[in-house]
T-cell receptor, first 115, second 116 residues
Framework: ETGVTQTPRHLVMGMTNKKSLKCEQH?????MYWYKQSAKKPLELMFV???????ENNSVPSRFSPECPNSSHLFLHLHTLQPEDSALYLC??????????????FGPGTRLTVT | AQKVTQAQTEISVVEKEDVTLDCVYE???????LFWYKQPPSGELVFLIR??????QNEISGRYSWNFQKSTSSFNFTITASQVVDSAVYFC?????????????FGQGTELSVKP
């Protein structure tokens, strides 16, 4: 595997279900991100992990719970979602050092539909 | 506050035409980074270019070129001799250097359709 991978690619879940999205990066990066992309809206940053510590939580509802067990893996745990949470969820990774800012590399996304 | 504006929601051109995608940004920082990403129908965002605020030199990569002008806070992207494979949504993004989270602020995106 190369780059950033995400599983599953498609997910349909009911509002009472619990599911998890998985992201894995094979680039040796030390920062990982979750973004939400809804129709007709800009990409919204949800969470940032840098060196396995959450450094940003962008006012995301508690029904979304991230987990970063190591620098290569990132999860997004979902429970009691709402239909408006249906979107494309994108994972990204980058290398961060001091003030250096490097480009983020994105996975293919998980298309989530909440019924 | 940071903001990125891509005023063109959709652009349609015929193959071999040149096309320019506009990007205007707002930031209070003197040190920042600008990016362009391509999102084809498959959904994955593909990194195209990163530019820091101290480097105003324009860049050319094959059929792609970028014009960075701090005086007008713009970072425009031109595709020369467009091809059908260029059809995608293109996003411009901004990040401030001292932002601990490495947060990217994206524009709304411009959907480019290149017809044969």
């Amino acid at each position: 595997e190369t780059g950033v991978t995400q599983t599953p690619r498609h997910l349909v879940m009911g509002m009472t279900n619990k599911k998890s999205l998985k992201c894995e990066q094979h680039l040796g990066h030390n920062a990982m991100y979750w973004y939400k992309q809804s129709a007709k809206k800009p990409l919204e940053l949800m969470f940032v992990y840098s060196l396995e510590e959450r450094v940003e939580n962008n006012s995301v509802p508690s029904r979304f719970s991230p987990e970063c067990p190591n620098s290569s893996h990132l999860f997004l745990h979902l429970h009691t979602l709402q239909p408006e949470d249906s979107a494309l969820y994108l994972c990204a990774s980058s290398q961060r050092s001091g003030q250096g800012l490097y480009e983020q590399y994105f996975g293919p996304g998980t298309r989530l539909t909440v019924t | 506050a940071q903001k990125v504006t891509q005023a063109q929601t959709e652009i349609s051109v015929v193959e071999k035409e040149d096309v320019t995608l506009d990007c205007v940004y707002e930031t209070r920082d003197t040190t920042y980074y600008l990016f362009w990403y391509k999102q084809p129908p498959s959904g994955e965002l593909v990194f195209l270019i990163r530019r820091n605020s101290f480097d105003e030199q324009n860049e050319i990569s094959g059929r792609y070129s970028w014009n960075f002008q701090k005086s007008t806070s713009s970072f425009n992207f031109t595709i020369t001799a467009s091809q059908v494979v260029d059809s995608a949504v293109y996003f411009c993004a901004l990040s401030e250097a001292f932002n601990q989270g490495g947060k990217l602020i994206f524009g709304q995106g411009t959907e480019l359709s290149v017809k044969p």
